[in-house]
Nanobody, 120 residues
Framework: QVQLVESGGGLVQAGGSLRLSCAAS????????MGWYRQVPGKQRELVAV?????????NYADSVKGRFTISRDNAKNTVYLQMNSLKPEDTAVYYC????????????WGQGTQVTVSS
C-alpha cells in the first residue's frame, strides 16, 4: 500500500503562484509515475502533470498548463511538487496527487485532494 499526503493548496489571486507538495510513503517501488490531476464539480478528473522516477524525470503536461506549471520530484524524499505560476480562475479545482507503478498489482493511488481557488 502507498499513502499520499498533499499540502500547499489555498486561495490566491489571479496571476499569483502556489506550490503543491505530495509525500508518498509505504511500499513504494523505485520505478513509478507521480503526478497531479484536478477536478471541478460536475466534471471528470483531468491530468495536470505527471513525472517519471527516471533520472531527469520525463514529464507530461496538460496543454492548459504548459508554460505556467512545473512538476518536479525528489526521489530521495518520495515527494512530488507542482509549482503553479500565472494562475487563472479556471485553474480553480481540487488537486489530487497520483502514484502508479507497473510493479504494484494494487493499481494506482490517490491523495485526499487539496483545494486550489483562484480569485479574479
Amino acid at each position: 500500500q502507498v499513502q499520499l499526503v498533499e499540502s500547499g493548496g489555498g486561495l490566491v489571486q489571479a496571476g499569483g503562484s502556489l506550490r503543491l507538495s505530495c509525500a508518498a510513503s509505504g511500499s513504494i517501488f523505485s520505478i513509478n509515475f507521480m503526478g497531479w490531476y484536478r477536478q471541478v464539480p460536475g466534471k471528470q478528473r483531468e491530468l495536470v502533470a505527471v513525472i517519471t522516477s527516471a533520472s531527469g524525470g520525463s514529464t507530461n503536461y496538460a496543454d492548459s498548463v504548459k508554460g505556467r506549471f512545473t512538476i518536479s520530484r525528489d526521489n530521495a524524499k518520495n515527494t512530488v511538487y507542482l509549482q503553479m505560476n500565472s494562475l487563472k480562475p479556471e485553474d480553480t479545482a481540487v488537486y489530487y496527487c497520483y502514484y502508479y507503478s507497473d510493479y504494484d498489482l494494487s493499481g494506482d493511488y490517490w491523495g485526499q485532494g487539496t483545494q486550489v481557488t483562484v480569485s479574479s
